[in-house]
């Protein structure tokens, strides 16, 4: 969504509010005794909560579906509640977390990190991605196990830079895909898991479609 859309969105809402979250914080913007959000902190706010408190979150479950179906003795072992819903959230955010690099960075000096030469002021994206897949800290990482321990992975950042709703999004994906499994006994992948088509995103892993047969 380009910034003219996003303002264009907020003067709708503003003109005709409704019964949702951004209605509420464009009223918090222009109350009467003041506004707590200035313009620019309601379109952050906004961006903020589409793709850290939704996008993030649905691409988590879509993700943690997948591979419970692609792996079906896990499914299975969820399902006779033999294996923790909690086990498989944590390895499904480590094996193919719904964000995949940190917060730009910018270098303030000119440097090498391994065969990469960095200029000062380039721009540099980390891969937390690469981080939780490193052998040094797990081991077979290519592979899904939620039998491991899968903590000390950077799905939520890190530091003063940690997710601030890592606990609602592991508590949503438990609850999302805990009840999908359960409800339906027979959830067949249509196609090889492999052809799942995926979003176009610098930064997001989720799936843009995943057919099942019921």
């Known amino acids: ?41 309601l379109v952050a706010m906004a961006f903020l909560l589409l793709f850290g408190g939704y996008h993030n979150s649905a691409g988590l479950v879509s993700t943690t579906v997948l591979a419970l179906l692609s792996h079906p003795a896990h499914l299975a072992a969820v399902r006779s509640r033999e294996l923790a819903m909690d086990q498989v959230t944590e390895e499904a955010l480590r094996w193919n977390s719904p964000a995949m690099l940190a917060v730009r960075r910018f270098a303030t000096e000119d440097m090498r990190i391994g065969e990469a030469a960095i200029r000062k002021g380039e721009r540099v994206w980390l891969s937390w991605a690469s981080a939780n897949r490193d052998p040094g800290q797990f081991l077979a990482p290519e ?17 003063p830079h940690y997710c601030p709703g890592a606990s609602l999004a592991r508590l949503e ?11 339906f006994t027979e959830l067949p992948l249509v196609g090889p898991a492999g052809e799942s088509q995926w979003t176009m995103s610098l930064r997001n892993r989720s799936l843009r479609e995943l057919p099942v047969s019921l």
Do not use: C, W, Y
Request: proline share 4%; net charge negative; no cysteine.
């Open 1 to 41: 969504m380009e910034r003219d859309d996003r303002q264009e969105l907020i003067d709708r809402k503003r003109d005709v509010p409704g019964d949702d979250l951004l209605s509420a914080l464009i009223d918090e913007h222009t109350r009467q005794d003041g506004p707590r959000l200035n313009r620019s902190e």
């Open 143 to 159: 592979t899904f196990d939620p039998t491991r321990d899968a903590r000390g992975h950077l799905a939520f950042g890190h530091g």
């Open 173 to 183: 994906n438990e609850i999302a895909v805990t009840s999908l499994v359960r409800r």
